[in-house]
């Protein structure tokens, strides 16, 4: 059973800075993609940045380019994705999901696995 705990959002100035955790478990994800994705009030889940953890790739949305950063700790089975810069914009729900292949994916659909979400308010 492959189980995805975010955790780290919170309330945040503009300008700020956030780091998300992601703990995986339940699998030996070496053959995976982990992606980060959110989703705004009112608005459709959106793809923030994904990693490829076993070659460490890495793809990122145009709006969180030079801002966010995504890493994967492989001891701890864990992901992290670094937000610098925040802005109002970035207020969402963010969500961990995991897909089965090493191609990394933009596409929500091509995702096996889902977190439950942690919010992430940015004040301006």
């Known amino acids: 059973q492959v189980q995805l705990v975010e955790s780290g959002g919170g309330l945040v100035q503009a300008g700020g800075s956030l780091r998300l955790s992601c703990a995986a478990s339940?699998?030996?994800?070496?053959?995976?993609?982990m992606g980060w994705f959110r989703q705004a009030p009112g608005k459709e889940r959106e793809f923030v940045a994904a990693?490829?953890?076993?070659?460490?790739?890495?793809a990122y949305a145009d709006s969180v380019k030079g801002r966010f950063t995504i890493s994967r700790d492989n001891a701890k089975n864990t992901v992290y994705l670094q937000m610098n810069s925040l802005k109002s914009e970035d207020t969402a729900v963010y969500y961990c999901?995991?897909?089965?292949?090493?191609?990394?994916?933009?596409?929500?659909?091509?995702?096996?696995?889902w977190g439950q979400g942690t919010q992430v308010t940015v004040s301006s």
């Open positions: 999901a995991a897909r089965r292949s090493t191609v990394i994916s933009l596409g929500d659909s091509w995702y096996d696995y």
């Open positions: 339940g699998r030996t994800f070496s053959t995976y993609t």
């Open positions: 990693i490829s953890w076993a070659d460490g790739n890495t």
